[in-house]
Each structure stands twice: as C-alpha cells, then as structure tokens.
C-alpha cells in the first residue's frame, strides 16, 4: 500500500512517499480502508520531533481518520467489515490502509460523509473539552478563542454559544478570518497581529476580563492572554504553535484566584466516559445543523508535505485534509 512516512526529524520535506505491507488486524484490530484524513498542528510537531509525547522513527503521521472497516481480527465482535467509521490513532493515518483498535471506532451517522466525519474528532473533541471538562464554562461567562479562524477555533466559537457562553471574542490575522469568527457566531472580533490587542479585550469587557480563554500559540500571547484574564478566569493551554518557551510566576495567579490549564486530548481518549458521550453530541449538533465543520482544503496524499507547508503558514481557515480513496 501507499503511505507517506518520515525516517529523520525535521521540515515538510522529510515526508516522503513509500510503498509497505497492508497490515493485518490481530485481536480487537480493525483494518479500515482510509478515504480522508485530518491534518493537524500534532502531525507538523510529530515531524519536528517537538510532539508531547516521543517520535519514534520511522513513523507514519496521521492520528484521523475516516473510512470503511474491511476486516477485523480474531476478537472483534461488534464491527462488521462495511461499516463507515471514524477514528483516533496513535499513527498510520496517512496511508491507503490503517489499523485501528476496535474501542477507538466510532460509527457515522449515515448523513455524515468522510470530510465532515475527519473534520471533527479532534478538533471538536478539544473544543469540547477544553471549554467543558477543562475551562468549566458556565452559562453567561465571556469565552476568548485565539485562531478563531481555525480548526479548532470555529468549533469553538460555536460551540461556546452552544453551551451558554453570554460573550465569545474571537481574534484572528485578518480580515477575512475575522469574517468567517463572526459567520460562526462571534460577538468580538480582534486583531492579534495588532499592537496591544490585550487592551482592546479588556475594553470589550468594561475591564473585567475574559473568564476563559482559549490557547495554542505561547510565548508572548500566552503573557498578553493572562493579561487579559479576569477574577477566577481560566486559560487553557492545548498547544505551542509559536514554539516559544513560556516563563512566568505562577504566584502572580493568587492575587485574581486565576487558573492555567493544560490539555492534552489523549488523556479523554483514555476516558470513554469522556469521550463517547462527548463525540455523539458533536455528530448530533452536525447533524442538526448547529455545528458547522469548516473545510479549508482537499488534498492528495501525495501532497502531504504541501499541506504541511500550508497550515504552518498560518495562512488557513478551517480544516485541511488528506484525501486517500474518493
């Protein structure tokens, strides 16, 4: 089969295309025929060699994936080959053929196709959870959502005004990313690129502040963000796209009763009180129609350095995904 696979650390260009062995599902194994797969700011860290977690080489990216089960081992007894799945993996995504355990399969709903089934898992699950489970929204607090643009970001605006978020402020690069923040149901719209940003959330907010907040980039907006964080706020952290290192003293949280939390979505996947009732209120709102899955691109697997190049260019808005099999 095909995959793209990487045998060195380092830049899009590590990616390369070869050919293996389709592997074979043992016990509770699953082998799915792979139609798409989510690419995600996890994969560009795995190619780094920056992940949370330690790259083993050589690895085959791609930890979402959306296709058709077509064998499934000896173990396995409430999947049948046929069946329309979406998955979350440690690796082998990025591939014709892929292996999952049977516990990590979720079953689409039949108006759910293979884009909007892999533009959701992990995006929406840390949506989910780091307003809900990590962030402990309540009903009429004011949500900051940096990237808003993003995967992860328009989920997260949605998703704040479904559970009662009284104020979302979204901040973007642009103007048209800033657009696409207020089609999603943003109240606020800012702009980060700007000089003092922090002040205009604070503004926005008659000086109180934000009681969540939403963060993935580090360094310096990590410091403005907390800033800008009220009495009892709570910062999230789920991501360090700038790749800058943060410092700072935890004291200064004791003077506002403030919070900064981390999140790391495989700690929910290891939970399936978490993560089962979790996604099957994502698949609901999707198909209902209040969540809507923002795709910012369809591409070859052939073109995984390309798309790679693509999303750290911070130049996106929405989803980009791999497409295996049409």
């Known amino acids: ?99 999952s355990d049977e516990f990590s399969v979720i079953l689409l709903p039949d108006n759910v196709d293979f884009h909007q089934a892999v533009a959701l898992p992990l995006q929406g699950l840390s949506a989910y959870h780091v307003l809900k489970t990590m962030g ?20 997260a605006v949605q998703l704040a005004k479904l559970f009662g978020a009284g104020k979302v402020i979204a901040t973007a690069s642009s103007a048209e990313k800033l657009d696409l923040a207020k089609n ?36 310096d907006v990590f410091h403005k963000t907390l800033k800008c964080l009220a009495a009892f706020g709570r910062i999230v952290v789920f991501g360090n796209a700038s790749g800058e290192q943060v410092e700072f003293n935890p004291a200064l949280l004791m003077r506002r009763n403030q919070s900064v939390i981390g999140f790391f979505l495989p700690q929910i996947m290891r939970k399936p009180d978490l993560l089962l009732p979790s996604i099957q209120e994502l698949f609901t709102y999707v198909a209902e129609g209040k969540l809507k899955l923002i795709i910012g691109g369809v591409y070859p697997l052939e073109e995984a350095a390309n798309v790679h190049t693509i999303l750290q260019s911070r130049q996106t808005k929405g989803k980009l995904i791999l497409e295996v099999k049409k």
């Open 184 to 219: 999603m149901g943003a109240d606020i719209l800012i702009d980060y690129t700007k000089d003092g940003w922090e002040k205009d959330v604070l503004e926005a907010t008659n000086g109180k502040g934000v009681d969540v907040a939403l963060e993935m980039a580090g360094g």
């Open 136 to 155: 402990r929204l309540e009903a009429g607090e004011t949500v900051l959502v940096h990237a808003a643009a993003g995967g992860v970001g328009t989920i």
């Open 1 to 99: 089969m095909k995959a793209i696979q990487l045998k060195e650390y380092g830049g899009p260009e590590v990616l390369n295309k070869i050919e293996v062995d389709k592997p074979v599902p043992k016990g509770h194994e699953v082998l799915i025929e792979v139609h798409a797969v989510g690419v995600n700011y996890a994969d560009t860290a795995r190619r780094e060699g920056q992940y949370v977690v330690p790259t083993p080489l050589p690895f085959i990216p791609g930890a979402e994936i959306a296709g058709v089960v077509i064998e499934v081992g000896e173990k396995v007894t409430k999947i049948k080959p046929g069946t329309r799945i979406v998955s979350l993996i440690e690796s082998g995504g990025y591939s014709e053929f892929a292996l």
